[in-house]
């Protein structure tokens, strides 16, 4: 098992930054992909995904440029750090990671292990 917990979360005014990060415990050893995914409502979506062995990232055409994905192997911790924030960046934030190999094809969306979800609001 893997458990994630999201943190970071605020209300910023448009044009402003935030830092998600996302503390990674359990049987992380067997992680292969991370990522980061948000949802309004019952519409979610991948906004970037880190195959973890190879270092390779793909994000989001609407969020690339503005964010970027890291990692802090000795804290175990992710992190996704967002500038430029815009009224439509408004979400529930979820950290994702997956133990199967093989999947870059998914979205980080579908990965098998999320955490609790941390809420951003962007005002204008």
């Known amino acids: 098992q893997v458990h994630l917990v999201e943190s970071g979360g605020g209300s910023v005014q448009a044009g402003g930054s935030l830092r998600l990060s996302c503390a990674v415990s359990?049987?992380?050893?067997?992680?292969?992909?991370m990522g980061w995914f948000r949802q309004v409502g019952r519409d979610g979506e991948g906004l970037v995904k880190l195959?973890?062995?190879?270092?390779?990232?793909e994000y989001l055409a609407s969020v690339k440029g503005r964010f970027t994905i890291s990692r802090d192997n000795a804290e175990n911790t992710l992190f996704l750090d967002m500038t430029n924030l815009k009224p439509a960046d408004t979400a529930t934030y979820f950290c994702?990671?997956?133990?199967?190999?093989?999947?870059?094809?998914?979205?980080?969306?579908?990965?098998?292990?999320r955490g609790q979800g941390t809420q951003v609001t962007v005002t204008s």
């Open positions: 359990g049987d992380s050893r067997n992680i292969r992909y």
């Open positions: 994702t990671a997956d133990t199967r190999r093989n999947i870059w094809a998914l979205s980080s969306w579908e990965y098998n292990y």
């Open positions: 195959d973890t062995l190879s270092g390779r990232t």
